[in-house]
């Protein structure tokens, strides 16, 4: 099973921005898709991004789309999400995911996922 580390969450101004990080260890990182999800207290974890084995095919969830930039570097093994124009409403503990298979389901939480982070704590202040 692939070992997920999250880095590079913060506090950060509305406007902002702020590079998250995740890093993969124990099995072949280019062998999965990866994604980020967030999850706010009380609330389902929500999807945000993701990228296909290579780095060919991304897809965002609305909120996010034209200010978060999902990408990966897999001689690295790591993949990252770069946040611009933060806003007050993207404060969550966010989370990357690696899976097996591309295609709409990804989308879902519930997706079989194989590995999850910790989680890295984003704050943006008003």
């Known amino acids: 099973q692939v070992q997920l580390v999250d880095s590079g969450g913060g506090l950060v101004q509305a406007g902002g921005s702020l590079r998250l990080s995740c890093a993969a260890s124990?099995?072949?990182?280019?062998?999965?898709?990866m994604a980020w999800f967030r999850q706010h207290p009380g609330k389902e974890r929500e999807f945000v991004a993701a990228?296909?084995?290579?780095?060919?095919?991304?897809i965002y969830g609305d909120s996010v789309k034209a200010r978060f930039t999902i990408t990966r570097d897999n001689p690295k093994n790591t993949v990252y999400l770069q946040m611009s124009s933060l806003k007050p409403e993207d404060t969550a503990t966010y989370y990357c995911?690696?899976?097996?298979?591309?295609?709409?389901?990804?989308?879902?939480?519930?997706?079989?996922?194989?590995?999850w982070g910790q989680g890295t704590q984003v704050t943006v202040s008003s």
């Open positions: 995911a690696a899976g097996p298979n591309w295609g709409p389901l990804i989308k879902d939480s519930h997706y079989p996922y194989e590995s």
């Open positions: 990228i296909s084995w290579t780095g060919t095919s991304t």
């Open positions: 124990g099995r072949t990182f280019s062998n999965y898709i």
